[in-house]
């Protein structure tokens, strides 16, 4: 099992940036990818950006060039910087550990932008 416990998330302006945070725990060795996803009200849980162990990361066209994810394992800990904050980035940010065929999720962070 893979503990995920988000933090970070808050109220910023538009333009503003964020930086999500995710400490995992458990059994995290043989993790595959981690990832972070958002849910906006009305709309399906997206995908944001992912990493893999190996350290190659992929994002969602909506964000590209303004989050970037990383990851520091001395710490176990995933994060998101977000620049650039746009109100369409209103939404819950959940982390997401893919281990064995298996998702976890971490329990989310709101994130609100005001225009």
């Known amino acids: 099992q893979v503990q995920l416990v988000e933090s970070g998330g808050g109220l910023v302006q538009a333009g503003g940036s964020l930086r999500l945070s995710c400490a995992a725990s458990?059994?995290?060795?043989?993790?595959?990818?981690m990832g972070w996803y958002r849910h906006a009200p009305g709309k399906p849980r997206d995908w944001v950006a992912s990493i893999t162990s190996s350290g190659t990361t992929n994002y969602a066209d909506s964000v590209k060039g303004r989050f970037a994810i990383s990851r520091d394992n001395t710490k176990n800990t995933l994060y998101l910087q977000m620049n650039n904050l746009k109100p369409e980035d209103t939404a819950v940010y959940y982390c997401?550990?893919?281990?064995?065929?298996?998702?976890?999720w971490g329990q989310g962070t709101q994130v609100t932008v005001s225009s």
């Open positions: 458990g059994d995290i060795f043989t993790i595959t990818s």
């Open positions: 997401n550990a893919y281990k064995k065929a298996l998702d976890f």
